[in-house]
């Protein structure tokens, strides 16, 4: 401790790098993200899994299309691509078959994914395609300023729904598992430790795996619907997410002012489309 | 086993369409991503039977915008790859062609052109896709498209098309039509020393030093792959030479203006075009893929009449050539255009003669080709 005016001797501590440095693009800090936006904590709790799991970034590729989400790749240090929107996966798609050795991540938002890129969402999952899917979803399309999307629940307010959704959304989790995905979780950004737990068991499996991270927009989805700060967003997640691992995925459903359930869906091993390519060609041409 | 399956060497009776897929396979493609669409389906067919047998895969996409991004994921992941399609799915397309020539990406995509617009003539010709593919995905840029005109060029220049992609770095058109992709013809393809697979030049730099956008003297920088170690970031948005996003007018126009530089002062070694009897001529055809053939035909006629006629075919139709276009119109007194559709390279035609010759139009609007007398009185007209 020293007082005010008290002269040390003691050297100036050299400063600290961060822990997650090596990971980040430091070269493009500040990001664009908004304060107290759930996007920053789910990439700590994945940058956490890959020091867990012990991969070499090198053998990691990140892919992202559009959106407040898709900077992700534009701030992990990995072989890192910012796509067209809707099109990671299948980006990711050709990137994973060429190079089988690569671990193929997805990083997009729920707009990204699900509506402009919906078709390619449930193909890859029925091709089982060696891609982990994260689908960060805060029920709106950030970036241009809070339209209504296909996560947005009924009755919820955006820009584009200023007399509340009329649509039904998305059940993320039950689409993912009715299309063929190996794997399918659900958190929210409050749930660091289970997420982070989530991604590093999803990144050690084979074929297509979802988690859905449920996130804070406290500049439009938030503001909008008189949610409040993003600080009171989570204390909501804390009200009222209900974790049930193995809970059927029909019964997710996402509406306003109700409860989240949270959790693993399904955790299946169902052989992958390049298991398939392999077993066939080499049954049929010989191993050519 | 490998190796011996990459060219399929020999003389062989092939339609256009296998032909192409050939001299994919040539080329080294190990990667097809594809929708089937009439009349590029027999290009799918075929790469879906060969690639397994060179430890290649092929993917049926979910649809074209699908295909377009898996050859590129797939080009980064270091493999050469293409697609083909026809009509709406060149269409559908047009969006990650853009993402090909931005993220400077090299692969290849066939457009076996059908009636249009819209579903058309889905199993007839049509060549009025020529201006979509200079200008099809939005922004500035310059690409490269080829048009053969028989089943044997359907092999060499898809070949070729595949050395182009990769020594510009730009994903390059092979704009066929329906008549040459399933016309029949003979296709001699040499033995596999001599079709050696279309390299893709790697950088030597280490991580840290290499730039993966940058632009040396009007040339491209070389390639890394994912997975070597070099952490790249590559994005559709307006980047430096490090690849990182810059919003800004002076990061677009040094961007923009490399992607065009590299193509158009590249010209001489890009361009490769057929000229027949244009050395004193007093007309010249101008024409590519199906069209040249009928042209073949109408030559022979007016020459019977006593006419003095030539022939300008463009084999690239991308980037245009203007120097010869402009040079040509300076000694002839005008052009005929034959093409199947109301006026595309003719446009380039009338452009570059700069009122020193007519240009005519032989208009078409496709699902069959042209009647060689309907050139031949084109010709008479623009003689006189």
Excluded at chain 1, 147 to 154: E, M, V
Excluded at chain 2, 291 to 310: P, W
Excluded at chain 2, 352 to 368: E, I, K, Q
């Amino acid at each position: 401790m020293t007082t005010p005016g008290e002269v040390t001797t003691a050297e100036p501590m050299a400063p600290e790098q961060h822990p997650m440095s090596r990971f980040l693009r430091e070269d493009r800090m500040p990001h664009i993200w908004c304060s107290s936006c759930g996007l920053g904590t789910t990439l700590t709790c994945f940058i956490m899994a890959v020091v867990e799991s012990g991969i070499d970034p090198k053998d990691m590729a990140v892919i992202s299309g559009i959106g407040c989400t898709g900077r992700v790749a534009g701030y992990l240090n990995f072989d890192s691509f910012h796509t067209t929107h809707g099109r990671a996966i299948p980006f990711a798609t050709g990137l994973a078959l060429a190079n089988p050795d690569l671990r193929v991540v997805v990083y997009s938002g729920d707009g990204d994914l699900v509506a402009i890129g919906g078709n390619h969402f449930i193909h890859a999952a029925r091709r089982n395609m060696d891609i982990l899917c994260v689908c960060v979803n805060n029920f709106t399309y950030g970036m241009t300023g809070g339209q209504a999307g296909p996560t947005t629940p009924i009755t919820a307010k955006a820009t584009t729904a200023p007399y509340g959704s009329y649509e039904y959304p998305f059940n993320i989790p039950y689409l993912a598992v009715a299309s063929g995905a190996n794997y399918v979780a659900r958190w929210t950004a409050l749930h660091m430790r289970r997420l982070k737990n989530s991604f590093r068991e999803a990144i050690n499996k084979k074929g297509f795996r979802v988690i859905e991270i449920i996130s804070p927009c406290p500049t439009a989805f938030a503001r909008k619907n008189r949610l409040g700060t993003g600080l009171d967003v989570l204390k909501y997640y804390h009200a009222n997410s209900i974790i049930q691992h193995g809970a059927d995925p029909k019964d997710a459903d996402i509406e306003m002012g109700g409860k989240i359930i949270v959790g693993k869906f399904l955790d299946v091993d169902r052989p992958c489309y390049r298991d398939y390519v392999t077993e066939s060609i080499s049954r049929q041409l010989g191993g050519k | 086993m490998a190796e011996d399956r990459r060219v399929l060497t020999g003389e062989h009776f092939l339609n256009g369409d296998h032909a192409c897929a050939e001299g994919a396979m040539a080329a080294g493609c190990k990667f097809f991503g594809g929708y089937p669409i009439t009349p590029s389906s027999e290009i799918a067919e075929r790469m879906s039977e060969r690639l397994p047998e060179v430890g290649g895969i092929y993917l049926q996409m979910e649809d074209e915008l699908a295909s377009m991004n898996a050859i590129l994921g797939a080009a980064w992941g270091g493999w050469k790859s293409m697609t083909c399609t026809s009509g709406p799915g060149f269409s559908l397309m047009m969006e990650n062609l853009g993402l090909g020539v931005v993220l400077e990406t090299p692969c290849v995509l066939v457009n076996i052109q059908r009636g249009g617009p819209s579903t058309g003539l889905p199993t007839l010709v049509g060549q009025a896709d020529m201006m979509q593919a200079r200008w099809g995905s939005h922004g500035d840029y310059e690409i490269i498209a080829l048009a053969p005109n028989s089943p044997q060029e359907m092999f060499d220049l898809t070949y070729k098309a595949f050395d182009l992609s990769e020594r510009y770095r730009v994903p390059t058109l092979v704009m066929s039509d329906e008549c040459v992709g399933h016309m029949s013809e003979k296709v001699v393809i040499p033995p596999a020393g001599k079709m050696p697979e279309v390299q893709r030049k790697y950088t030597t730099k280490k991580p840290g030093e290499y730039l993966p956008f940058d632009h040396p003297a009007g040339g491209v920088a070389p390639m890394v792959k994912a997975g070597d170690g070099y952490n790249i970031h590559v994005t559709g948005l307006t980047h430096d030479e490090r690849g990182y996003p810059v919003i800004n007018a002076e990061a677009q126009d040094v961007m923009v203006r490399h992607l065009i530089d590299k193509i158009n002062k590249n010209r001489d070694d890009i361009i490769d075009v057929e000229e027949i009897d244009v050395e004193g001529a007093d007309v010249i055809i101008v024409s590519y893929g199906i069209s040249s053939r009928t042209c073949y035909r109408a030559l022979d006629m007016a020459k019977e009449e006593g006419l003095k006629v030539g022939m300008f075919r463009l084999v690239t139709v991308w980037p245009f050539p203007e120097e010869q276009v402009r040079e040509l119109a300076k000694r002839v007194k005008a052009f005929v255009v034959v093409e199947l559709n109301f006026g595309q390279i003719y446009y380039e035609v009338e452009r570059c003669a700069c009122g020193n010759a007519a240009t005519y139009l032989v208009p078409h609007a496709g699902g069959d080709i042209h009647d060689p007398a309907d050139i031949l009185a084109a010709l008479k007209e623009a003689a006189k």
